[in-house]
């Protein structure tokens, strides 16, 4: 018994000290003018499912909850948005060549269709998160159209 | 208790690495982009026939390029992931050599455009799973082919634009080759013959 009251106690003292690790909040009031509902016409439909499945990682603004502001979550949280915004990012996407915003299309279809995106861990904490059949299809034609508009 | 605070103290040190990681991963991009600056100092001094010239220098330094991206092709066609991988680390490298003091402003822009481009490419195949190299490999044979209409390639070197229309759900896609042999890397064993050559550069 002895002994578990000093893990516990250890476990405690760890996860108040990682409390304190800095971390940066991914947050930003503005919508920029290189946001791509400025860029393109994104119709409304496709606007809620990008904020609600993909802005949280791909754009300069997460909502966060308040489990993601403890540690270690919180780290993770910080290296997904980190990795996200630098594969896509929603809010510079006027910004991108011609020819990167072509590519990314692409890939925003294949990862779609291929329910690589969005990232399963992230669906399942955020159920509102997950792309139904029907929301996949929506946003693969939105893309589609707009890649082959690009040509 | 004092165990058990040193031990705690012992283990948090180790969850810092990670932080450290990134400070390391930020050093590396900027002795590249000191690397690049060294090159753009380079006073050009050839004379009226700088495009000519240019062209020709240019093309040796594509060769490095068209060389790695080959190399790409055939670990593909040989459903090979790991000298796919590393392929991937050779076009970054190739690029990394390219002296482009020489080229034009108007040059310049578009090369700058193509090579992000590709290097995002290149940077995905060394570290993703082939059905995801083949993905971007896709996308980095266009980015070759613009490169090559923007610069040229090695007088005696012959590229073939071969085209596969299975790909992509029957969308298709293309593959630049050094022989008319049909080998497809977007299919490997599984479809090795399949394709077609549309077009001969050089």
């Not at chain 1, 108040?16 to 946001?35: A, G, H, K, M």
């Not at chain 1, 690589?116 to 669906?123: E, G, L, R, T, V």
């Not at chain 2, 092709?73 to 482009?100: P, R, V, Y």
């Not at chain 2, 090695?154 to 790909?167: K, Q």
Request: net charge negative.
């Amino acid at each position: 018994m002895k002994v578990f009251k000093k893990i516990g106690l250890f476990l405690l003292i760890v996860f108040v000290c990682i409390q304190f690790i800095p971390t940066n909040r991914n947050q930003s009031t503005e919508i920029l003018d290189t946001d791509i509902t400025k860029t393109f016409k994104v119709p409304q439909n496709i606007q809620t499912l990008l904020n609600e499945s993909c802005y949280d990682c791909h754009s300069n603004n997460t909502k966060y909850h308040w489990y993601d502001k403890i540690q270690p979550a919180s780290l993770f949280v910080e290296r997904h948005i980190n990795e996200g915004k630098k594969e896509l990012n929603f809010s510079e996407f006027g910004a991108y060549s011609n020819r990167k915003q072509k590519s990314k299309l692409k890939f925003l279809i294949s990862q779609v269709k291929d329910d690589k995106m969005p990232i399963s861990s992230y669906a399942l904490i955020h159920s509102n998160a997950k792309l139904s059949e029907s929301e996949k299809k929506e946003i693969i034609d939105w893309a589609t159209t707009l890649r082959d508009n690009l040509k | 208790m004092r165990k058990i605070l040193l031990t705690t103290f012992l283990l948090l040190t180790f969850l810092f690495p990670q932080t450290q990681d990134e400070s390391n991963e930020i050093h590396i991009e900027e002795i590249n982009n000191h690397h690049n600056d060294g090159h753009g100092s380079m006073v050009n001094n050839l004379s009226e026939n700088t495009t000519k010239a240019a062209s020709i220098q240019n093309q040796s330094s594509t060769s490095e390029i068209i060389d790695a991206y080959l190399q790409l092709k055939n670990a593909l066609t040989e459903d090979n992931e790991e000298k796919a991988a590393e392929a991937g680390n050779a076009i970054l490298t190739a690029f990394s050599n390219f002296n482009i003091s020489q080229l034009t402003e108007d040059q310049h822009k578009e090369y700058v455009e193509i090579v992000e481009n590709a290097k995002e490419q290149a940077e995905h195949i060394v570290k993703s799973p082939i059905d995801h190299q083949r993905e971007h490999f896709e996308v980095l044979s266009t980015d070759i082919k613009d490169l090559i209409a923007l610069l040229g390639i090695e007088t005696g070197t012959t590229l073939y634009e071969t085209f596969c229309s299975m790909y992509n759900n029957h969308t298709g896609a293309m593959w630049l080759s050094e022989t008319e042999e049909i080998k497809n890397p977007f299919y490997g064993s599984k479809m090795l013959t399949c394709g077609k050559v549309q077009k001969q550069i050089n």
